[in-house]
Structures are given as C-alpha cells and as structure tokens.
C-alpha cells in the first residue's frame, strides 16, 4: 500500500517533532545528555545519541525540501 505524498509529509513532520521533544526533553540525567561512559562491562555512548538525533533531524528537514521542490524568491526593494 502506498502512502499518498500528503501522508508522507504528515508522518515526516510527526517523527520531527517527536525527535525535537526528545532533545528538548533531555535533561542533565537523561540517557543522551550525559557524557560518554565505560566501565567493567557496561558502555554508554550518549554523544552518538544526540548525534544520530540530530542526523535525523537533518534528514528528514532534507526529505521534506525534496518533496517540497525548487522554490524561488523575489525581492524588491533596495538592499542594504
């Protein structure tokens, strides 16, 4: 079953936002927001978690450009 482009954007914009709560959400205990940790047996790697938050970020706001095509501006004016 294929999802219409309107679905697509929805779904898109859902994850987004999910992803933003989640960063916005992280406070100084939260998985994520602390640093890297090792130990006997036991690996935290909270950067990379913050880092793939943010590539995702990233890529769905490219997904979304895509989709949304080549726009163009005009300006009038005097620039300064």
Do not use: C, F
């Not at 950067?47 to 490219?62: C, P, V």
């Not at 895509?66 to 501006?73: F, L, N, T, V």
């Amino acid at each position: 079953m294929t999802k219409s482009q309107t679905e697509v954007i929805t779904d898109l914009l859902t994850r987004r936002d999910a992803v933003l709560a989640q960063l916005a959400g992280m406070t100084s205990t939260d998985v994520g927001a602390l640093p890297n940790t090792s130990g006997t047996g036991d690996h935290v790697d909270h950067l990379a978690l913050r880092q793939s938050l943010y590539r995702e970020l990233a890529d769905i706001d490219e997904m979304l450009e895509r989709i949304a095509g080549p726009q163009e501006s005009t300006s009038r004016g005097r620039l300064t």
